[in-house]
């Protein structure tokens, strides 16, 4: 099993250019979820869906929309990229029948917006 | 908003000393996940505390849930240069079907032959 895959791995915009970071998971999980890592402040959640054609937002949602038309993807779009979404961006997956929603990341992609 | 705490954010130290890594917050969780990242990779999970005063043990990592449930501690006893990473503490609210986690800062640790 390849586990949670993440294209690309880097990715560098100019302001106002728009992109999907992709995401898939080969482990049957329901839950999907997108993070960010920014420097200091942890990991924090843009949205995520408890399963195909369900989806909802996370603590920063703003600037990023997201659908899930099917259990394996979960792709993540910028309509519009800010310098302020400069960050890395983590997709994870988990298994609905844990009782702690343990997350299973896959390995990244960092975005720099000039 | 429930916040967590971690301390320290950076620790660096000779090979075979100890060290613990703290996560405190003010709210009450349902379990306490630890998750180590190396660099240019994503986070992986090493344990999950569930009951208050919890203690679990992985090879040289021992890892305590607080009796309230609202802190947490990483022992590392005779730390290695493996152990180099970002460690990362989340908690999780249950009682929802997803649980939304709460992530601490994280602490860099940086361990040198």
């Known amino acids: 099993n390849a586990g949670v895959t993440q294209t690309p791995k880097f990715q560098v915009l100019k302001t106002g250019q728009s992109m999907t970071l992709q995401c898939a998971q080969d482990m049957n999980h329901e839950y999907m979820s997108w993070y960010r890592q920014d420097p200091g402040m942890g990991l924090r959640l843009i949205h995520y869906s408890v399963g195909a054609g369900i989806t909802d937002q996370g603590e920063v949602p703003n600037g990023y929309n997201v659908s899930r038309s099917t259990t394996e993807d979960f792709p993540l779009r910028l309509l519009s990229a800010a310098p302020s979404q400069t960050s890395v961006y983590f997709c994870?997956?988990?298994?609905?029948?844990?009782?702690?929603?343990?997350?299973?990341f896959g390995p990244g992609t960092r975005l720099t917006v000039l | 908003t429930q916040l967590l705490e971690q301390s320290p954010q950076f620790l660096s130290i000779q090979e075979g000393e100890n060290l613990t890594v703290y996560c405190n917050s003010s709210?009450?969780?349902?379990?306490l996940q630890w998750y180590r990242q190396e660099p240019g990779e994503g986070p992986v999970l090493l344990v999950t505390?569930?009951?208050?005063?919890e203690v679990k043990k992985l090879k040289r990592l021992t890892f305590q849930f607080g009796d309230a449930r609202k802190d947490s501690s990483l022992h590392i006893t005779a730390a290695q240069p493996g152990d180099t990473g970002l460690y990362l503490c989340a908690g999780h609210v249950g009682g929802t079907s997803y649980g939304k986690l709460t992530f601490g800062q994280g602490t860099i640790l940086t361990v040198h032959p």
């Open positions: 505390v569930v009951t208050g005063g």
């Open positions: 709210s009450v969780f349902s379990s």
């Open positions: 994870a997956s988990s298994y609905q029948g844990s009782s702690y929603n343990e997350q299973f």
